[in-house]
T-cell receptor, first 117, second 113 residues
């Protein structure tokens, strides 16, 4: 799986959009970008994933650059409850993987997003 | 609430002992994954089961073992415990034999004294 680089920490004011960048310059054509977050000591929570088109769901938007070497997770109206560690993970497309199971999602150190009141 | 249930929430034991952590996946999910999270190592994938069969192995020690039962619940057994095994242990589940979208439980905090 391609390696990802994220800033260690970021601040954002409550009510503003939080834009979390992720660099994955070695991503290959069959690898998806996934975002999870982990609120302090809770289990990680799936946010969104995409291949090359921008994606949006009830939690966030995912913007992937045309060359797919980087992406941005956008939380449109951040609240204090969005304070968490956000993980960007790059992973091969599931249907193209044959044989047994996966090696499991590899969580790096992520970005600690702090929403300021 | 993710729908994944882990018990117990907290476990305190001594070095050399053996413990069993239990996980009930979301209804309908066939895959179960175990992760370990410690302060210095972050979230580490241990092992995955799909419909009762082991499908993938990560950084799981030989002292650790797991299984998935016919009712799809899973147990992680940790034996000959050491101080360094103190960590948060998470279970996750997904519908398919692939961790495209995992749902995590709230974890078991293990403290080895």
């Amino acid at each position: 799986d391609a390696k990802t680089t994220q800033p260690t920490s970021m601040d954002c004011a409550e009510g503003r959009a939080a834009n979390l960048p992720c660099n994955h310059s070695t991503i290959s054509g069959n690898e998806y970008v996934y975002w999870y977050r982990q609120i302090h000591s809770q289990g990680p929570q799936y946010i969104i994933h995409g291949l090359k088109n921008n994606e949006t769901n009830e939690m966030a938007s995912l913007i992937i650059t045309e060359d797919r070497k980087s992406s941005t997770l956008i939380l449109p109206h951040a609240t204090l409850r969005d304070t968490a560690v956000y993980y960007c993970i790059v992973r091969v497309q599931p249907l193209m993987y044959s044989g047994g199971g996966a090696d499991g999602l590899t969580f790096g150190k992520g970005t600690h997003l702090i929403i300021q009141p | 609430d993710s729908g994944v249930t882990q018990t117990p929430k907290h476990l305190i034991t001594a070095t050399g002992q053996r413990v069993t952590l239990r996980c009930s996946p979301r209804s309908g999910d066939l895959s179960v994954y175990w992760y370990q999270q410690s302060l210095d190592q972050g979230l580490q994938f241990l092992i995955q089961y799909y419909n009762g069969e082991e499908r993938a192995k990560g950084n799981i020690l030989e002292r650790f073992s797991a299984q998935q039962f016919p009712d799809l619940h899973s147990e992680l057994n940790l034996s000959s415990l050491e101080l360094g095994d103190s960590a948060l242990y998470f279970c996750a589940s997904s519908v398919a034999n692939w961790d495209e979208k995992l749902f995590f439980g709230s974890g078991t905090q293990l403290s080895v004294l």
